[in-house]
């Protein structure tokens, strides 16, 4: 499978890349933490490293490091606004619990 972008996330990732006037695409990944396990880390990719995978959606760049993929293989990436605040948020078909903050998940 892949991860995709909505098309808020892709211009969203669009927009800051054209603002920093650098980097490759988006990197997602994650990591062990949390009260669930694993929680989500988003960065801009300035360059694709010998253990990423990456794949293409609405022109942008999706980078993800091999052991990251099983877990958020299939995952929807979203950008959302809720008043003053802005996130990226995922719809990963592999989850099978949250914590009740939201910032971490089991699989």
Not at 5 to 14: G, I, K, Y
Not at 41 to 53: K, M, S
Not at 86 to 100: D, M, S
């Amino acid at each position: 499978m892949a991860l995709s972008l909505t098309e808020s996330a892709a211009n969203r990732v669009r927009s800051y890349l054209d603002k920093r006037g650098k980097g490759v695409g988006l990197r997602v990944g994650i990591k062990k933490t949390g009260c669930s396990g694993y929680a989500y880390v988003v960065d801009y990719a300035d360059q694709v490293n010998d253990d990423d995978v990456v794949f293409e959606d609405q022109d942008i760049k999706l980078v993800i490091d091999k052991k990251s993929l099983d877990l958020i293989d299939g995952t929807e990436v979203d950008f959302v606004k809720h008043g003053l605040s802005e996130t990226f948020k995922f719809r990963n078909p592999n989850v099978k619990g949250e914590c009740g903050c939201g910032e971490s998940f089991s699989v």
